[in-house]
């Protein structure tokens, strides 16, 4: 027997709530969190107030709807390979840090975003208890769960048995995702200044980074 498809309210629902995140994203982005309103939001996606409140009760339930599908399509794709990866721990962070790559050169654009709404996240997320994150992310995977997989078992004898694992660790992730928010505001004008593109940049930067913390890598 075939499987009933969803009710037409529900998918009319499901495609309002993708209308709204959309619209919201593009104005997020071009305006900045602190100028969008609830009444621009509504505007935005064609809607009354009343309407946009009977999905998200404030802007930043918008905002953090926005951030969980994003990280909800990355995370599916990301997190099975990683958790089924057998290499060593120089091959996990070669892994994670080329994943995100790959997600700049397929959107860079979603970058911008991450880019206005990585205030929010870091209020959200230092919080004691992390109650306001919970609240609004659930109990979805973060980068706290990256971290807890890329340091398993760290000194195999792949990377340098110097590094603390949690401190370089933590600083590749964030080292890297702070280039990819900065990167689609300057991509330009290192095209004109240096020929350069962003993805050049950012693809001898994970070279660089990579070859940094690799048992291997010659010292002169």
Request: with cysteine; charged share 25%.
């Amino acid at each position: 027997m075939a499987p009933k498809e969803p009710h037409k309210y529900v998918r009319h629902s499901e495609s309002q709530r993708t209308l709204i995140l959309a619209r919201a994203e593009e104005l997020f982005v071009q305006r900045g969190v602190e100028h969008v309103t609830m009444s621009d939001l509504a505007a935005a996606a064609g809607m009354t107030r009343a309407t946009l409140y009977r999905y998200y009760e404030n802007k930043e339930r918008v905002l953090w709807a926005i951030y969980n599908q994003q990280i909800d399509v990355f995370y599916r794709t990301f997190l099975p390979q990683l958790e089924s990866q057998a290499g060593t721990t120089y091959e996990r962070l070669a892994f994670y840090l080329h994943l995100l790559l790959d997600l700049y050169r397929k959107d860079p654009d979603s970058f911008r975003f991450w880019d206005v709404f990585f205030q929010t996240y870091q209020e959200a997320t230092t919080q004691p208890g992390q109650k306001v994150y919970r609240d609004l992310h659930g109990d979805g995977f973060g980068t706290g769960d990256v971290v807890r997989l890329l340091t398993r078992n760290f000194h195999d004898g792949s990377v340098k048995p110097e590094l603390d694992p949690v401190p370089t660790v933590v600083s590749l992730i964030y080292g890297t995702l702070i280039l990819l928010l900065y990167l689609p505001k300057c991509s330009d004008s290192l095209s004109i200044k240096y020929g350069l593109s962003g993805r050049q940049l950012l693809e001898f930067y994970l070279d660089a980074l990579l070859a940094s913390v690799r048992a291997d890598t010659p010292r002169r």
